[in-house]
């Protein structure tokens, strides 16, 4: 696993994909963004999006977890393998989310993200302050979110 | 017919939409389905982590408020949704039992340069907290389609 130490600007780490589906598109939008175009078919070909799509914070959520997932497998292999794992967390925020493209039903979204810029946490000294750019990118290659994050990751010399 | 339009949100203008309960069960149903860190799951797990003690993700701080500004004015204008959002932070961490409250500020409004029928509305949203301090602040640029479409 991967200290602060270790990582280096311009690392890429592939995510994960997901098949966005017409009932979880609306059952997150009817939780958090009941907006038409993510509500109902019909609402949503008169839209300006002219047909059915996610919630930009849908498109998001899927990364987190997607993200966890990946993590947890490296998590579970380090620990096979008696090796230490770094914290990772939390975030401090984001900036620059851009919703490029919407994700309609059946879209095919690829995530990945890359290492923008690393430096040292004043106020953890323990920690190192990680910058990513995370996008995902739907079947035609076409770029549908990307967002900057910054996040505390242990460093392996704590002093 | 939406009420409000591009042509309704004035810059300087606050509201304040809430307040809503966030309980301990919500927070780890949504961080089992989206963020599934300890930190977000349990308790004890949460106090070995920075949070010292559950919090929600800051997805759902976003999910939350995006919720809360639709039944507060969205879903009762003329919203043709967002290109994306400037800047989030997540300052404080979302503890069970809050009851938040959405400060909405305009900031600044523009035309549409490409778009005649549209105009753009910038807001400052932020999450706050029983006692009024900020817990998330979110910074973005909303779509409004316009009463009148620029000639």
Not at chain 2, 43 to 65: F, K
Not at chain 2, 77 to 93: I, N, Q, Y
Request: charged content about 25%; aromatic content about 8%; some cysteine.
């Amino acid at each position: 696993m991967k200290f602060f130490e270790d990582l280096k600007v311009g690392d890429i780490v592939t995510i994960g994909r997901h098949t966005f589906g017409a009932d979880e598109i609306k059952a997150f939008a009817k939780r958090f963004d009941p907006q038409l175009f993510h509500m109902d078919e019909t609402a949503a070909e008169k839209s300006h999006f002219g047909a059915l799509c996610a919630s930009g914070w849908h498109t998001a959520a899927v990364w987190m977890r997607l993200m966890v997932d990946q993590r947890r497998g490296e998590v579970e292999a380090a620990l096979a393998r008696g090796e230490k794992v770094p914290a990772l967390g939390p975030a401090l925020g984001l900036r620059d989310l851009k919703w490029l493209k919407p994700v309609y039903v059946g879209d095919v979204i690829d995530y990945k993200s890359e290492i923008t810029e690393l430096r040292v946490s004043n106020s953890k000294p323990g920690r190192g302050l990680m910058t990513i750019l995370s996008s995902g990118a739907n079947q035609k290659g076409e770029t549908v979110i990307s967002f900057l994050s910054t996040t505390f990751v242990e460093r392996r010399n704590k002093a | 017919m939406p009420k409000l339009h591009w042509e309704d949100f004035e810059p300087g203008a606050v509201a304040i939409y809430g307040p809503r309960l966030v309980t301990r069960e919500e927070i780890v149903a949504f961080a089992a389905e989206f963020d599934p860190q300890p930190m977000h799951l349990d308790e004890t797990a949460a106090s070995a982590t920075i949070l010292g003690g559950l919090g929600a993700s800051g997805w759902q701080s976003c999910c939350l408020l995006m919720r809360m500004i639709c039944d507060g004015f969205i879903l009762d204008s003329t919203s043709m949704g967002a290109p994306g959002v400037e800047e989030v932070r997540w300052l404080k961490p979302l503890r069970p039992g809050t009851r938040i409250r959405i400060r909405s500020t305009v900031m600044d409004k523009r035309e549409s340069k490409s778009r005649g029928e549209m105009g753009m509305v910038k807001f400052l949203f932020e999450v706050l907290d029983d006692t009024d301090a900020p817990l998330t602040t979110l910074t973005t640029t909303l779509m409004f389609g316009r009463r009148e479409p620029r000639p």
